[in-house]
């Protein structure tokens, strides 16, 4: 990303050009296809390939791969928040057997709440008009402050090992890993929303 340059999103396929749609939203979109396994390989590629081009091109299911993958890898950065903790061993292998500390689709509340906070950006209202690129900037500049970057901190802190002196604090940040993981055994909206609100300090005055 340059600050000097502006973004041209454009594609040529045999001599015409196509202008690509790589708004945050239709990203997103494009990743939760590719997670979709209740539909077919085909079909998910032709609807990926039609998202990102805006045309279902005559061509082979090979080429459109190829088109998709290209993009990608030409157009799209790869998203990766900097997560704003210290870490011992910053290797590549290290990185690689990290477990994941957050995921665009399921964190979006927090997501939301966090670039309203810091930047007053209502995402629901810059559908198909925030470029992905601007929008993964953004994500990795919100402050640690923010929902967001809490919760990547909770499911990235390390539970202390047990002494007589921390099983308090032991206990309190095993609760906050389960509370804020990814993969929720606690289907009872309600019971997660009150572990929530307890979490970041208790209801405010006047709650109920």
């Known amino acids: ?4 340059e502006r973004f041209h999103d454009v594609l040529w396929i045999d001599e015409c050009k196509y202008q690509l749609d790589l708004s945050f939203d239709n990203i997103l979109r ?15 590629i032709e ?3 039609e998202m990102l081009v805006g045309s279902d091109l005559d061509l082979t299911l090979e080429q459109k791969v190829e088109t998709i993958e290209y993009i990608f890898s ?11 903790a210290d870490t ?25 709440a966090s670039f309203f906070m810091d930047y007053g950006i209502d995402l629901i209202e810059r559908q198909g008009e925030l470029h992905w690129r601007k929008f ?3 994500l990795n500049g919100l402050s640690e ?13 390390e539970v202390p090992k047990a002494n007589k002196h921390n099983q308090e604090e032991r206990k309190r940040i095993k609760k906050l890993k389960r509370i804020y993981a990814l993969e929720r055994e606690d289907d009872d909206g309600s019971q997660v929303f009150d572990d929530m609100v307890n979490a970041f300090g208790g209801r405010p005055e006047g709650g109920e």
């Open 145 to 157: 402050k923010t929902p967001f970057m809490q919760v990547i901190k909770i499911r990235t802190m």
């Open 1 to 4: 990303m340059r600050l000097t």
């Open 136 to 138: 993964i900037a953004l």
């Open 88 to 112: 011992e061993d910053s290797s590549e292998e290290s990185e690689q057997n990290k477990p994941k500390s957050y995921d665009l689709s399921k964190d979006a509340d927090y997501i939301f």
């Open 30 to 44: 494009i990743h939760e296809l590719k997670d979709d396994l209740k539909i077919d390989n085909k079909k998910r």
């Open 47 to 49: 609807l990926m390939f």
């Open 74 to 84: 030409e157009f799209i950065t790869k998203e990766k928040v900097q997560e704003k």
